[in-house]
């Protein structure tokens, strides 16, 4: 595993169909381009751009916020458990070289923060458009075009 090939993905732990099939999709464009997926490793965002990277044969790793690692969602390959809560959103943000945003809350727009201040490109799907640094993608094409792209400099 190449650590600079690691690539944040933050989203919500509920989230609705249509971007958990934005984030599945995701995943294996994102595995089909040899980038490893970081995220908190629950539900809904994390579950659905896992899944997506497994099945692309990629590697999946979760930043827990609990201790348990049986509890995270059946596709992250690579478990740490962190018994952190929402303080693990920091880790979560900086472990990849880039971040993509799927909607998400409060605890997204945290990890964004925390990428944007350590210098981390970030692109969204849906909203967060509007923070400065975060540059707006159309779909998961789009977002693994501008993390490539973002690798490559």
Do not use: Q
Request: charged share 20%.
């Amino acid at each position: 595993m190449d650590p600079a090939r690691l690539v944040s993905v933050i989203g919500g732990h509920s989230a609705e169909p249509e971007e958990e099939a934005a984030a599945r999709k995701l995943g294996r464009l994102l595995a089909s381009r040899g980038f490893v997926v970081v995220c908190g490793g629950m539900g809904g965002i994390m579950s659905a751009v896992c899944r997506g990277a497994v099945e692309g044969g990629g590697l999946t790793v979760g930043i827990l916020p609990v201790e348990d690692p049986s509890l995270a969602n059946p596709w992250v390959k690579v478990r740490i458990p962190t018994g952190m809560g929402s303080a693990r959103n920091r880790l979560v943000a900086l472990a990849g070289g880039a971040l993509v945003a799927v909607g998400g809350r409060y605890g997204t727009l945290s990890e964004i923060a925390f990428a944007l201040d350590a210098g981390r490109p970030v692109c969204s799907l849906g909203g967060w458009d509007s923070i400065p640094g975060v540059v707006a993608v159309k779909g998961p094409e789009e977002a693994v075009d501008f993390i490539s792209k973002s690798f490559e400099g």
